[in-house]
């Protein structure tokens, strides 16, 4: 046996094994047999296959994903609202006139119901009040603190535990099918990036959201960024396409959403040239998670939810389709 | 001799080959020996030597470039301009009132040091009107045209042959010792992404710069992205350090710049915690190039190359440090 026939042969043995690891793992565990599997694994299949009139190469491959409501919960309020509130409670203290000053007091009293009715100007004074004034260093370390003790209130699952098992897997699939996956939130940006990277595998560099006013300013201990009282961008609705350009300079080709405020995400990734994919995540399990669409006050699925029907986007339901809604509890 | 013994000769003598091709190509043939190349190469040795103090790990490795006047020339007025003059030319036959309307009437005349004295003011004017109005796709595909043909009005090369080749090898050392490299540009974002791929490999997502205000619109041909009439954002000065923030979420750890739009940005990567190299490019060649610094009308240099010299920055002195300055003719 010559070295050139053994090495030709120890090539042919490698690509056989590797094929065939690929063919045994099922990268989807948690998604049951169904239409919305089908659809991923065909579109993901098509566009990675050379020969494919769908092929898309991999500088292309750009996947965008919601976060609240696609990739963890968000209910009964996003839970970066849970994070405001625990920063209200703790600076309370040093502002005994928030006792009765709207929107603090609403928001000190903790009800869902009564804090949600103080309507757009009321939730984004306690966003700004929560989120601006420091730096952004130490904004991003106050989020890290808090998201590895924090639980949810009604499942006492740790809140980087309320991820959807079946959507981990999913951008696991797409970045083993060299997709470069981007979360694209109408979350504050520097909220998701501390948390993303830990709980998603996404990186800050892909990580979209909106954001406060920034600007770099010159202190005893050096050069910060300092984070602003005023809102720079909303990362929502027809936003979401501007974002996405102003970040990546590129039309997706795969996007996952859950409600109206992707819907123009979702119509701006399936209105490319090629063949693309949108996917919507519906709500439908009262049990495991939650069931909410066209009434809900968060999340709200109804205009999205029509389009998505009508266009044949994959619209999941999370109730039959997912064997698992979160990861084992640790 | 077993197959096993076989493979692991082979992958010894594979190594072998592969660490004697690093070591015999020089990465950097373009620069002449002294201390700006030697710099860059302890620096970019040391943070990929895992055994070193200063070693970095890759996810970290994030590397800036400011680009008028730092990879490509900027002289005697900055490129994107000569495209908006263009633009205006073009757009003249239709706009009889420009004759003798300013700044357009300034601007056709085509006079460098007239065009300079319209100041802020003038120049923002002839850029909103050049470069808003359209779609992005447009935009860019018009910006595309134009560096495919457009000549430099006094050396009568392409505008995309004025790079610099000493910059052009730099930017491959660094993305092969696994950098990511980035364009943080004064100039607009769109016309740096519609060129930097082809010229300097660097795509899309890592191209940041100003901005101007895009909205979606639904037209009759679908979904588009229409650039507005309006500055929302100038990647410049104490701006850099921000558009860094917005983009990328992490502070760089190499920084190159040549005026003193880049003096933030240089002290945002080296104030941070570990080991950081910030460079300038010193414009000092009359025959070659251009030679300029804290007169200049254009990318000044004054008050950053007081602070990289207090601070030890690696100052580029054109003249005696490249061997050339523009990649061979084609």
Redesign the interface.
Known sequence: MT?KY??AL?FITQSMVSCSVADDVDPLPSWNKGSSRDSIIAFVEAVTDKTNVDYVPT?ERVAVFDNDGTLWSEQPLYFQFYYALEQLANAADAHPEWSDQEPFKTALGGVRDDILALGTKGLVEIILTTHSGMT?AEFGQSVKDWIASAEHPTTQRPFSQMVFQPMLELLDYLRANEF?VYIVSGGG??FM?AIARGIYGV???N?IGS?LG???EETDS??V?RRMAEINFINDK?GK??GI??????RPIFAFGNSDGDL?ML??TA?GDGRSFAGIVHHTDADREWAYDRESHLGRLDKALDEGRNRGWTIVDMKSEWAVIYPPER
Do not use: D, S
């Not at 350009?245 to 590129?250: E, F, L, N, V």
């Open positions: 070295k053994l090495l120890l500088i952004n470069e940006v520097e990036r990186p800050p560099e990580t954001n920034m600007k770099l050096g050069l960024l027809a396409p501007v350009q102003r970040a990546i300079g590129r123009q119509q701006w209105a």
